[in-house]
C-alpha cells in the first residue's frame, strides 16, 4: 500500500530526512491516499501515540497541472509500460531500473540537467544511495517497453485474433 511504502521510506531515510525531503505531498483524490493520518503521521513507541511527519494537500479534481512534474513521470513511465500491459509480474528491481533511467533522462525545464543530478546536487548521492537509485548514462537510457521485455498484451491478442480470421478464411 502506498502507507507501506511512506513508512518504508521514512524507516530507510530516518526521521529527520524524511521530513525535509517530503514537506508536503501533493496528490490527487486516489483510493490509495484516502487515510491521510497514516502518511502524515508516524507511530510513536507509546501506544496511541504519533509524530507529524509531513502534510497531504489534494489537487483539485481534473486538474492534472497543478502536480505536472509527476504527469511528466507518467508520461515517461507510460513509454515503457503501455497502458493496457499487465504490471503484475513486475519486481522491485524492474521499477528501480525503469526509474534510474526516468531520472537520467535529462529535462528542459531542469536546465538541460536529469533529475537525478539535480537532486544529487541539493541532497548529495548519499540520500540517492539509501533511496536505491543510481544513475544511467545518457547513451544507455532506454524509455521503451524493451527495457523491461514488455510485450503489448493487446497487440499481441490482436495478432492472435487476426491470425485466427485469417486461418478460418
Same mark, same amino acid.
Not at 1 to 17: P, R
Given at each position: 500500500?502506498?502507507?507501506?511504502?511512506?513508512?518504508?521510506?521514512?524507516?530507510?531515510?530516518?526521521?529527520?530526512?524524511?521530513?525535509?525531503?517530503?514537506?508536503?505531498?501533493?496528490?490527487?483524490?486516489?483510493?490509495?491516499?484516502?487515510?491521510?493520518?497514516?502518511?502524515?503521521?508516524?507511530? #510513536?513507541?507509546?501506544?496511541?501515540?504519533?509524530? +507529524?511527519?509531513?502534510?497531504?494537500?489534494?489537487?483539485?479534481?481534473?486538474?492534472?497541472?497543478?502536480?505536472?512534474?509527476?504527469? %511528466?513521470? #507518467?508520461?515517461?513511465?507510460?513509454?515503457?509500460?503501455?497502458?493496457?500491459?499487465?504490471? &503484475?509480474?513486475?519486481?522491485?528491481? &524492474?521499477?528501480?531500473?525503469?526509474?534510474? #533511467?526516468?531520472?537520467?533522462?535529462?529535462?528542459?525545464?531542469?536546465?538541460?540537467?536529469?533529475?537525478?543530478?539535480?537532486?544529487?546536487?541539493? +541532497?548529495?548521492?548519499?540520500?540517492?544511495?539509501?533511496?536505491?537509485?543510481?544513475?544511467?548514462?545518457?547513451? &544507455?537510457?532506454?524509455?521503451?517497453?524493451?527495457?523491461?521485455?514488455? +510485450?503489448?498484451?493487446?497487440?499481441?491478442?490482436? #495478432?492472435?485474433?487476426?491470425?485466427? %480470421?485469417?486461418?478460418?478464411?
Amino acid at each position: 500500500s502506498v502507507i507501506d511504502v511512506f513508512n518504508g521510506l521514512d524507516k530507510v531515510l530516518g526521521n529527520e530526512l524524511f521530513s525535509e525531503l517530503f514537506p508536503y505531498i501533493l496528490t490527487d483524490n486516489g483510493s490509495e491516499f484516502s487515510n491521510p493520518r497514516a502518511i502524515e503521521y508516524r507511530e #510513536h513507541p507509546e501506544p496511541g501515540a504519533s509524530y +507529524h511527519r509531513t502534510n497531504i494537500y489534494y489537487c483539485d479534481a481534473g486538474c492534472p497541472y497543478q502536480k505536472g512534474a509527476c504527469e %511528466v513521470n #507518467h508520461e515517461l513511465i507510460r513509454r515503457i509500460i503501455p497502458k493496457e500491459t499487465s504490471i &503484475d509480474d513486475l519486481t522491485q528491481t &524492474d521499477v528501480f531500473k525503469m526509474m534510474n #533511467h526516468i531520472n537520467s533522462y535529462k529535462r528542459k525545464k531542469l536546465n538541460n540537467r536529469s533529475p537525478y543530478e539535480t537532486f544529487s546536487f541539493l +541532497h548529495g548521492e548519499e540520500v540517492l544511495a539509501k533511496l536505491g537509485c543510481r544513475p544511467v548514462d545518457a547513451k &544507455d537510457i532506454c524509455l521503451k517497453p524493451k527495457l523491461l521485455k514488455i +510485450h503489448n498484451v493487446n497487440k499481441s491478442r490482436q #495478432h492472435i485474433y487476426k491470425n485466427s %480470421v485469417n486461418t478460418r478464411g
